[in-house]
């Protein structure tokens, strides 16, 4: 899958893949084709190193580091997929389910934790596990503490969304006035389950004001 | 997205809700102090591109009522609000438009350095930065959640989760 050198064009296959055309500096499309036509080729998702090539051209990024950056994002991929793979072996492999553990990965969750949350939702999307383990891992919290914090509030039936608010849930406790420390934050929402407060501006269902 | 974008012109003609405005401009004004437990955002990084301009934001998911949006299952409302005094123009950058310039535009109706704008987006995660006259981009720091662009600059792009507006 080579790509043909028109300028701005990219020739790799995928519904995304045509956003790229005219959109990133020509000396960077050869490179940015391959690692697309790498992704399609290993059934990766395409969408994350699309965006991450318009990123960096809209960034005026240089066409090294842009390269560069797809390729840091399609490894991550990989990597993601390796852990979807392992969590949920003999299942497939959805697309999404490896753009948000890569995405969780990215934003700095340790693999093994990923992996634990991937676990947990088996049977659901696991964004919001991923995001919830993100945030907390984010806000210094220690990542095994972090996990054991949220499977517990999946254990209580915390679905989706909640599990952010779990995170956010401790992060309130944490920034509370005495010097409260991480453990203790932890500690004291955990205590809380299922019953963490849901954000007071949020998603409102239809028929219902905001608070 | 040009159907959404019309959306939001139309949103942005309507106020939100007093509870939401109270609360960005609580964020704001707390912003506007030392914020000692803000780990991931430091103010010499962001001082160095806009002076005496702070670059101030939140995205908020607001209440849904005939005046305003109607997302559909699975998308959201995200408002943008930054404060960025004396800037000619401010927009949003991010996956959800495909880094694409001039399409999500924020306004400083009253003049006084704040500038809004809201969008539809589909739930979940969203990357973005703001780009303030047309040329800086800026990090929003009351994003809470925030990912290295993976560009090797050390910048970071802010991280923005739209929860579905109607819960399944």
Known sequence: MLAALVPGTVCAQ????????????????????SLIAAAVAESLPTEPLVQKALEGSAKGIPADRLVNGVRRGLVQLRQARVLVGRALPGQPQPEGHVAAVAAALARGLPPSIAERMLTMSADEPPA??????ADLVAHRFNPDSAADLLVAAHAMG?????LLDVAIAADQELQRGG???????LARVRAMLPNVPAPKVAVTPHGKTGS | MTDRLDD???LLKTPPALSVESRVMAEVRRMSAPAPRRRLFT???????????AGLAAMLLI??????LTPGDAEGIAQFVGQFPGARSVEVVGSFNNWSRGLLHLRDENHDGIWRAAAVLPAG????MFVVDGERWVTDPLAGRFVDDGFGGGRENSVLIVRPAVQR
Request: charged residues 20%; hydrophobic residues 40%; positive net charge.
């Open chain 1, 158 to 162: 915390l679905r989706g969304e909640r």
């Open chain 2, 43 to 53: 103010w010499p990084r962001l001082a160095t591109g806009l002076a005496l301009a």
């Open chain 2, 125 to 128: 995660q969203h990357e973005y």
């Open chain 1, 128 to 133: 919001p596990a991923l995001h919830a383990a």
């Open chain 1, 14 to 33: 995928g519904p995304g893949v045509t956003k790229l055309a005219g959109r990133i500096p020509q000396e960077a499309v050869p490179a940015i084709d």
């Open chain 2, 8 to 10: 939001a012109i139309e």
């Open chain 1, 179 to 185: 010097g409260r420390m991480p453990a203790e934050a």
């Open chain 2, 63 to 68: 209440p849904r009522s005939p005046q305003t």
